[in-house]
């Protein structure tokens, strides 16, 4: 299936080059996670070096997730790049080989994070914004139809939509507070609850809340809970008006680039970091406060909805709702404006490709927000 559909993508001289990681029938056969990183670390290498072997290369770009990237680069004499994937505002690296001049690759744009991403320059580093990397696929979705059709019936900016990614699962009573915030704002929306996953016959893994929520019928009445969806297709609709999020940084690049309002909602690592910059950087959305507990209760979820949405008279944010949404359609155009042609990402991306290759690289690449 993973072949099938790669094959569908290989155009304009791109082509992808699938390799074994000694666990072809899938994860779930893994035992040890330290043997299976051990593993896809010499099977991963045994297959880079035999592609190497086969084509000329000018430049290897690898992410955390395969720091033996790097070592075979090295063993091939090839300049690398990192492609960080969060913020550059949380980029942190314990070790690098700053002798070779390293170029860190960064999923984020000049006019958005200027100040971290010229704060390390001059220490043998280089930040290198190329984004916002953006899904342009629009046809991988859930139900695509379904949701779309619906969405078009609803009034513009009127709807809600709420997701928590693909890592993330909720403790129940959460589960039940995000129904009962939803329940008292009062207007339509999508909210993603992933489907449960079974380990075993008897062991449930993934998300079950769904299921047990009390109040799934009264909200499967005021809008549409759906196991997935194509976000990016979603966030684009224009009938959404508000993005309720876990603050992973691809959700909140295309929040960003959808010009969507944010309820910032996060949860660990670096999403504590995102929704700072939501609410007081970007000022494109409202963080959420969670109770002593640990829990964000229902009232202060509707609180931020009407606050980021301008509802409720002024003294209840209609006033920093109109700047929220001021703010949203301003990194929009700013996020079209980098990957166009001549934009600073376009730009950074034609000058790291001319400085690898050794050659001018024309205009004739373009990417599409």
Known sequence: MIIQDLSSLQQNDMSFVPFSDGYDNGLA???DFDYYRAELSRLGSLALAELIAQKSYKCLVYTLGLPWVADVAAEQNIPVALLWVQAAVVF???KIDEGSNPKILVNTFDELEKEALSSIVGKNLSLIGIGPLVSCNRSLSFDVNDVVLWLNSKKKTTVVYVCFGSIVVLSKAQMEEIGKGLLGFGFPFIWVIREKKVKNDNEIVENDNDEEL???EELEKLGMIVPWCSQIEVLSNESIGCFVTHCGWNSTLEGLVSGVPMVAFPQ?????TNAKLIENVWKVGARVKPNEEGIVEGGEIKRCLELVM?????????????EIRRNSKKWKDLAKEAIMVGGSSHKNLKALISEVSGEVVDNAFSSKV
């Open 310 to 322: 301008g509802l409720g008279g002024k003294e209840n944010g209609v006033e920093n709702g109109e």
């Open 268 to 272: 660990w690592v670096d999403q504590t």
């Open 92 to 94: 942190d690296f314990g």
């Open 29 to 31: 056969d893994v035992a």
């Open 214 to 216: 009390s109040c799934r």
